[in-house]
Every structure is written in C-alpha cells, then in structure tokens.
C-alpha cells in the first residue's frame, strides 16, 4: 500500500536523505522516497500493519528531527 505526506519543517536536503535512510529500516517498510523540494514523502508499507508502521515512522521523525511534523495527504 502506498500513502503520501506533507513533512512540515524540513529544514534541508541532507536531513531529509538522513529521515529517508532511517525509514527505510522500519520493518514493514518495503519503499520511501522524500522530496525536500516539494516536502512530500511517498511511503510504501505492509497494508495490514498500516498503523504500527505510521506510529514507527512518526517515532523516528521525531528522532531524527525533533521540528518536523508528518500529515497524512
């Protein structure tokens, strides 16, 4: 299943290659693309673990980077 979300806050293209890298190692994460330039990340996900791996996802942004909030477009 994929799902797609605005990243609010994301300061630079670095950190958002970092968020991406740190993603992609959630289990249960099969592919994630972030665009710094339109802040959107494509996550593409197990379909029966879709709220497990949202609530992990949004633990490792605010890991990553603590200013960053994620919404659901």
Do not use: H, W
Not at 32 to 42: A, D, G, P, Q, Y
């Amino acid at each position: 299943m994929k799902s797609k979300f605005k990243l609010n806050g994301l300061d630079c293209a670095n950190c958002a290659a970092e968020l991406e890298r740190a993603i992609q190692k959630i289990d249960g994460v099969e592919n994630v693309n972030i665009s710094f330039m339109t802040l959107k990340m494509e996550l593409e996900y197990e379909e029966l673990r879709k709220d497990e791996i949202i609530q992990n996802v949004k633990k490792v942004i605010k890991k990553e980077e603590p200013d960053v909030t994620i919404q659901e477009i």
